[in-house]
């Protein structure tokens, strides 16, 4: 299995541009999480969903933050307009809802905002 | 509510020494844990979890963890630390909502030659 697929690896960007993170789960499962790390904060779960629907959105900072997963196969992390701040690792996250909960981790998406 | 706490957010050990990282836990619900590394510029990855049945639960790399329920604890260890060990480590239990799961705040895991 080719594990969780995040793209781009690396970007970086100017202040008041709009990024998109894309995220390809494994195949076969069914739940998807999108996270951020950063020295200050640690890792934060930002938003999760379960067959493709969102399930939390609460750890979302604001409303420049938006997430979809419009099939199984495929979901995307959107900040418009981004700002200084969102530098982070973003990683995206998936799991099979009928085991035992563990999650696999993708590469992650090094973001940097200037 | 679930929660996990990583003892020592830094933890040096000698090449060859043993290995303890801390960690308890809370849960409402039978807990499933885990231990998650992350090695610099990667992703985490699952080292090894508890469930359910034998509470010593063997890893890879050489770890294993012990599930004590009257501690609330899910330790980690290793023998004879490696300097290839050194990386974050995460704890981690299994959230209350369909799966969520909820890490710690990471410990540190620096090996002196």
């Known amino acids: 299995d080719a594990g969780v697929i995040q793209s781009p690896r690396h970007e970086v960007t100017e202040m008041g541009q709009e990024v998109t993170l894309r995220c390809k789960p494994i195949?076969?499962?069914?739940?998807l999480f999108w996270y951020r790390q950063t020295m200050m904060r640690g890792l934060e779960l930002l938003i999760y969903?379960?067959?493709?629907?969102?399930?939390?959105d609460s750890g979302m900072p604001e409303d420049r933050f938006s997430a979809k997963m419009p099939n199984a196969s495929f979901s995307t992390l959107k900040i418009q307009p981004s700002e200084p701040r969102d530098s982070a690792v973003y990683f995206c996250?998936?799991?099979?809802?009928?085991?035992?909960?563990?999650?696999?981790f993708g590469p992650g998406t090094r973001l940097t905002v200037t | 509510a679930q929660s996990v706490t990583q003892l020592g957010s830094h933890v040096s050990v000698s090449e060859g020494a043993l290995v303890l990282l801390r960690c308890n836990y809370s849960?409402?619900?039978?807990?499933?844990l885990f231990w998650y590394v992350q090695y610099p510029n990667q992703g985490l990855q699952l080292l090894l979890k508890?469930?359910?049945?034998?509470?010593l639960v063997k890893g890879i790399n050489g770890f294993e963890a012990e599930f004590k329920k009257s501690e609330t604890s899910f330790h980690l260890t290793k023998p004879s630390a490696h300097m290839s060990d050194a990386a974050e480590y995460f704890c981690?239990?299994?959230?209350?909502?369909?799966?969520?799961?909820?890490f710690g705040s990471g410990t540190r895991l620096s090996i002196r030659p």
């Open positions: 981690a239990v299994r959230g209350s909502s369909a799966s969520k799961i909820i």
């Open positions: 195949s076969g499962h069914n739940s």
């Open positions: 996250a998936s799991s099979f809802s009928e085991g035992h909960y563990e999650q696999y």
């Open positions: 969903f379960n067959n493709n629907v969102p399930i939390d």
């Open positions: 508890y469930t359910t049945g034998a509470t």
């Open positions: 849960s409402s619900v039978p807990p499933y």
